[in-house]
């Protein structure tokens, strides 16, 4: 087999001119250190599919910082060391980046003889690397610019269409790697081979899931959340009970599908509303909608939730219901305001997974649009003062009285509403 082979060609036709000259110049900078330097990963893979990634993972066959900070000098650009990962990023003005990592290039036959070189450094990077398709190398030194370095048949995995971990241990040794699996499975349409399908269901059998720290799932389940079709790759997580063992209470039925699916319809829509727009907590608000105080307490600690997300969520459980009742039967906003209020991102998000109809997705939104945008010219200090009112839960009460008025109709005149309250109460 042969693990190398010229893909200057293929480099040429699909990566734009600006940036090939880049990678190019990398490379005769990698010369002038002497080191050998590759681009790795996604960029490769994404260069095989012809899809445009300009994620530049590079690889240094010596000393990772070093080198960073050469290219930083060399181009007038931000330089970022990750001293305890011997990783460095560079920062480019227009916020460009391009990721530097080593790969230790030193061996010792005798503790007291010098250094000598692997050849085969790179390999082994690559070998720690999550899936077949994800561990192949393109040289940048002048010399061999071009040159796929592909040890694994990781091009072969690439035009089967298969995610192939390398080695049986992948997944205990990483088990986040499990939902990193049905991410590139579902992105780009391939399959989990049969043997790492096994290794997989064997290790989330093992209870592997559960040792990895909550943060680093939810960091690669956000990341799922992101891919074009996130219910998708939910429904898979599911299938293969991965779903199970980070939300042990979470089914995926025809009816959460269904929800999910309209959520992720109006995210696009709810964005332009809120600024603050956690999309993780909008799912979670499905996934943990009939859990018992118990487990729900134990998720929440495990993935750090706030507790104001579970507030929420508890405050909202037994309104959800009503709320799209009542928006289903188009009742007046001043009544819907009272039991739902303003209400947050997963909130209304919450609402709109539970509404097909456009008509009352339609209905909510101008809700949303008049509860955020209604505003009262009038101030208490009016009231105080030329009304005579002096106890704030009575002007709290009629201002909120008349803010009601406004939501219903966004033209009243607030001064003769005012007189109309306060004509009623006298007499
Ligand atoms: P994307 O297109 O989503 O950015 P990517 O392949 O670039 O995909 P990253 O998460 O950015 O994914 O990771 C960059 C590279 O680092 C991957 O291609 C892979 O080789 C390696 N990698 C990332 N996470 C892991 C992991 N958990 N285990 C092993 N290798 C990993």
Redesign the pocket.
Known sequence: VNFFEDVKPLLMKNIPNRFLNLLRLLGTYGDDCDIPIYV????V??LFLGIE?F?I?LVVEGNGMEFAKYVAKQLDVKVVEHEKFLTASLFFKDGFRIDVATARTEYYDKPAELPKVDISTIKKDLY???FTI??MAIKLNSKEFGMLYDFFGSRKDLEEGIIRVLHKLSFVE?P??MV?AV?FEQRFDFRIEDETLEILKETLEGGYLERVTGQRIRQELE?ILQEKDPVKGIKRLSELNILNRIFPKTYFTVLMEKKLKNMFLVFKRLKNIYSKNNIFYAVLRIFLEFYDVETLKSVMQRYGLPKKFVEELKKMEKRIIPVIEMIKMRIKFSDIYKILGKPVFETAAHILAYLDDEDSKNYFFEYLERVFTVKLNLSGNVLKEKFKIKSSPEIGKIMGEIFCMKLDNPYINEMEKLKEILGGRNG
């Open positions: 790795v990963g996604g960029f893979r994404d990634n994620d993972d720690r690397r999550d994800n561990a990483d986040t790697r990193r991410r990341k």
